[in-house]
């Protein structure tokens, strides 16, 4: 016999997603609170399983705004970081409606590599829905190769996410 699902807890009001701040926290993690609309679930209402890579896309691009980095100017300097490992764990589904936090921090650098960790969880941080690793690699814009070493302006202003 199935399991039955669960009830759904009640939602908090949407002032408490609100009164998170897109700041550095501790351990070095960066909480980007989202929400499941309608649009990033399937027919019975849980999260597509592409909603999350989004929002972690989303964090880390915020994350790096929040200590004074537009990903525009970085990739004006010629360099571009795309995504070359993924690699998702999922704990739990979020359904239609609920409020979450992505979780992200610069885990290291490797030469050219960025490994970026993610978690997505409850508000209340007792509901682990999404583990995952990204890693980028920088990438000469021109000629579509990678780079060496990391522009100088870029590796300072990615070393500020591990102070």
């Known amino acids: 016999m199935p399991e039955e699902p669960k009830p759904q807890a009640q939602l ?8 998170y701040s897109l700041t550095a926290t ?11 609309q309608p649009h990033h ?9 592409g909603t999350y890579v989004a929002w972690m896309e989303e964090a880390r691009v915020e994350c790096l705004r929040s200590i004074g980095v537009d990903f525009a100017d970085l990739v004006a300097l ?18 239609m409606g609920t409020a979450a936090v992505v979780k992200t921090r610069m885990a290291d650098m490797e030469g ?6 993610y978690q997505i969880q409850s508000l209340d941080g007792q509901e682990l829905y999404l583990t995952g690793r990204v890693t980028l690699v920088a990438v000469d814009r021109e000629k579509g190769k990678i780079l060496r070493q990391l522009p ?5 202003a990615l070393l500020k996410l591990s102070t």
């Open 12 to 19: 908090p009001p949407t002032a408490e997603i609100q009164s």
């Open 78 to 95: 010629g360099c571009d970081l795309p995504v070359v490992e993924l690699s998702l764990r999922y704990h739990r589904p979020i359904r």
């Open 26 to 36: 501790t351990e070095n993690w960066f909480e980007y609170p989202v929400r499941a």
């Open 152 to 156: 100088s302006a870029m590796k300072d």
């Open 112 to 117: 050219v590599r960025i490994n970026w960790d």
């Open 41 to 49: 679930t399937d027919y019975l209402g849980v999260v597509w399983h």
